[in-house]
């Protein structure tokens, strides 16, 4: 018989490694949540249309690593439906402002979301087919300053706090704009002339995106055409007036701020929806797969997916590879093995007829906020202490005796002191630090 595992590219998180997971997450909430952002939930899988219309038929994303299924019709009234696992949630996001409407309020709409994405990659480290993303959008009618380098200036700045409270140290803010969806044009037609002696030598990829999307051959990744791919004229040559302002008031507001940032002219984000400014934080501790996030200004975004005009800027981040840069900043700071934090007490039945008490008197210690394991009468007292060890700070015994005289015997397993602990003392007695 074979054994099952896990799909290639996915994985299981287990504890203790949980643990961090939830300590970025609760981070990010409460980062984001001093800056007035609000979460959103969205649905894991969409339209397959709303990805192909947003991120773009030609990006890697769509063409490539899309998991689609056709979905069958259960009703007559119910038409067959292509439908995706998202790949990203930016789509999402927008796709909920239209259908709610949310730019009626006339405020900026500022959202933050946790939850995983499905891209079909070749899987490597940092690199997964079921991943996770943080990410966050402040997307709204022109009237509500969505458009202002303001709001870009201030998600950097709000990431660069995030980073810095996770602890994470040396990442790298690469900055670029890529203009309007006139310069955009612009730059296509000029990388599209340029690209017609050139393609030839390239890859078939390349060779299609020169006639389709010439701006998608700057994410190829073939190493063969990167010496060619650096000779093509840079987007920043193609950026009209307006743009060069907006992007010039970001990195003052930026330097304003004191918050560093790296211009990168070859950055444009595997993305299709990006204008004007782009950007990736990246960390020199993750290897080939260096970015901790990426994001952008999606001006048109919403008028593609027959929205309003809602500018909007946003980013994503690899909580992956957030975990990954702290494990390996843990692993270098100690030598001993992370503890997995101990339950308060472990409680000791002697004998079956002692369960019911037991749950009784762990009902109460968790009730009273403290952390508790259950162990069960049919085991040997040397047994218990052995698993109590393992896995808590304190054993409670509890026997005919405990039971009648309301004093339990507690060993404390740091001290190695074994005492008399009348049963309303114990959560005073639990409660103490432990012991060094
Ligand atoms: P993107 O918008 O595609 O650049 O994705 C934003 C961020 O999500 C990246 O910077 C990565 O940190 C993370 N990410 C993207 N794809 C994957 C993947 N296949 N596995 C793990 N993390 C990913």
Redesign the pocket.
């Known amino acids: 018989m074979s054994t099952l595992k896990a799909v290639r590219g996915t994985r299981d998180l287990l504890p203790p490694e949980t643990a961090l997971w939830n300590r970025i997450e609760t981070t990010a909430r409460q980062v984001f949540a001093r800056y007035n952002f609000g979460e959103i939930r969205t649905p894991i899988f969409e339209d397959t249309s709303l990805f192909a219309r947003s991120v773009g038929e030609e990006t890697d ?1 769509v063409s490539k690593e899309m998991y689609t299924w056709e979905d069958r019709a259960r009703a007559q009234s119910e038409k067959p439906q292509s439908l995706t696992l998202r790949p ?1 949630n930016t789509a999402g996001v927008v796709r909920a402002y239209i259908e709610h409407k949310l730019g009626e309020t006339g405020q900026l709409q500022k959202l933050f979301y946790i939850g995983p ?1 499905f ?1 079909r ?1 070749r899987p490597q480290k ?4 079921q ?1 996770w ?1 943080i990410g966050a959008e402040a997307i709204g009618p022109p009237s509500a300053g969505s458009e202002s380098p303001l709001r870009d200036a201030e998600i950097l700045e709000m990431l660069a706090t995030f980073l810095d409270e996770l602890g994470i140290a040396g990442w790298t803010l690469e900055l670029n704009s890529v203009g309007s969806a006139a310069d955009r044009a612009r730059y296509n037609d000029t990388l599209r002339a340029a690209l017609v002696p050139l393609a030839p030598q390239m890859c078939v990829d390349c060779q299609r995106r020169a006639v389709t999307n010439p701006l998608r051959v700057l994410d190829c990744k073939v190493p063969e055409d990167q010496p060619i791919i650096e000779t093509l004229p840079k987007i920043g040559d193609s950026l009209g007036q307006e743009s060069i302002d907006h992007f010039a008031a970001v990195t003052a507001a930026l330097q304003a701020a004191g918050v560093p940032y790296h211009l990168n002219p070859r950055l444009v ?3 299709d929806y990006y204008t004007r400014t782009t950007f ?1 934080f990246t960390h020199g501790g993750l290897g080939a ?1 260096n ?5 952008g200004r999606y001006d048109g975004l919403s008028e593609s997916i027959g929205g309003p005009k809602a500018p909007g800027i946003g980013f ?3 909580l ?2 957030l975990v990954l840069t702290l494990q390996a900043k843990e692993a270098d700071q100690s030598s001993a093995p992370p503890q997995g934090a101990k339950a308060d007490a472990y409680i000791a039945p002697l004998g079956e007829s002692l369960n019911a008490p037991a749950l009784t008197l762990a009902r109460e210690l968790r009730r009273a906020g403290f952390r508790i394991e259950l162990g069960d009468g049919s085991f040997r007292l040397k047994k218990s202490f052995e698993a109590a060890d393992k896995t808590a700070r304190h054993i409670v015994i509890l026997g005919e005796d405990e039971l009648q005289s309301g004093i339990l015997t507690v060993k404390d397993f740091a001290s190695g002191l074994q005492t008399k602990v009348p049963r309303a003392e114990l959560p005073s007695m639990l409660a103490k630090p432990m012991a060094q």
């Open positions: 994303i990203e994405q891209r990659e940092g690199r997964y087919r991943f993303q984000r595997g993305l990736e797969q970015a901790l996030l990426g994001g994503a981040m690899g992956d590879r």
